[in-house]
């Protein structure tokens, strides 16, 4: 697969040349951890790729549902993007502050939409602003556009799909948490969690799919990244991670090397976590 793929994944330099097109929209998609100390809107008022508006993963998502940003219902995305003056016959790109964290969670988002023509921005807003790329403060101006969306239900999964698939063994589930919280030797950062696994997972921390530079790996790389976790390719996929939002690396990456066959769990640990009639694995 080519490095720019205007469907996955697409450089700084290709979104330089393509800045002015009349038909592109730039989403700033940026998320951090409680923790992390950091604020994706602040940071975009602050500074942003010219045009980008601002994707709030918390606010366009389901607020009926009691776990963290899921995904939202398709009249509420369709809203929302409109007042984002986002549409059909646009090309999108999605980045984030961190590098590769949460831009690939709104990619998934507009794939399970129906939406094919969104990429992630490798290297994100770092990488932009390493190579002394053009930034402003202003908001950018919107118009709307009418947006068509056909739910891809085929890419996601709830509790019950997971549960069915972790006793079956039919799918390799993949966790993109770090190595510790997949083996349950340190605490959640959600409180009332329980710590450890899916049973039968394997976890592959989304870091190892990408490069110091926080670019995601080539073709190569992620195959060898994949090997080394023992995922069995030839499987159905099914991502996981503590909400959501780095499981969609793990999508993204399985795209990038022409894997289709993949579905995320939208509740992720946040859900399997808090349910004590849920079998949990460690080690």
């Known amino acids: 697969m080519p490095h720019s793929d205007p469907k996955t994944l697409v450089s700084t330099d290709w979104l330089a040349a ?3 097109d009349p038909d592109l929209r730039i989403l700033d998609a940026s998320w951090y951890m409680p923790d992390d ?7 975009y008022n602050a500074g942003h790729i010219p045009s980008a508006r601002f994707f709030d993963i918390d606010d366009i998502s389901d607020h009926r549902s009691d776990l963290p940003h899921m995904a939202p219902p398709v009249e509420k995305f369709m809203s929302r993007l409109r007042k984002l003056g986002v549409g059909d016959g646009h090309q999108v790109v999605v980045y984030d502050g961190a590098g590769l964290f949460s831009a690939a969670r709104v990619w998934w988002l507009f794939r399970l939409m129906g939406k094919a023509d969104v990429a992630v921005l490798d290297g994100g807003l770092p990488k932009w602003k390493a190579e002394g790329r053009e930034l402003e403060d202003l908001p ?7 947006m068509t969306v056909q739910r891809q239900a085929h890419l996601v999964r709830d509790v019950t799909q997971v549960a069915r698939a972790s006793k079956l063994g039919d799918h390799e589930i993949i966790d993109a948490r770090s190595a510790e919280r997949f083996a349950g030797t340190v605490p959640e950062p959600r409180e009332g ?5 899916i049973p039968g997972a394997k976890n592959l921390p989304y870091g190892t799919l990408l490069n110091a530079d926080g670019t995601m790996k080539d073709a190569d790389g992620l ?3 994949f090997a080394a976790a023992e995922v069995d390719l030839t499987k159905p996929a099914i ?8 499981a969609a690396i793990i999508n993204l990456a399985l795209d990038r090397i022409g894997k289709t066959d993949h ?3 939208d509740g992720s640990w946040a859900e399997w976590g808090m349910y004590g009639d849920l079998e949990v694995a460690t080690g």
């Open 18 to 20: 393509h800045l002015r």
């Open 37 to 43: 100390g950091r604020d994706g809107r602040t940071e």
């Open 223 to 225: 195959r060898a990244a």
């Open 193 to 197: 969690l329980r710590s450890g696994h």
């Open 140 to 146: 950018p101006m919107i118009r709307d556009r009418h």
């Open 239 to 246: 991502t996981s991670c503590g909400s959501g939002v780095t």
């Open 263 to 265: 579905a995320l769990y």
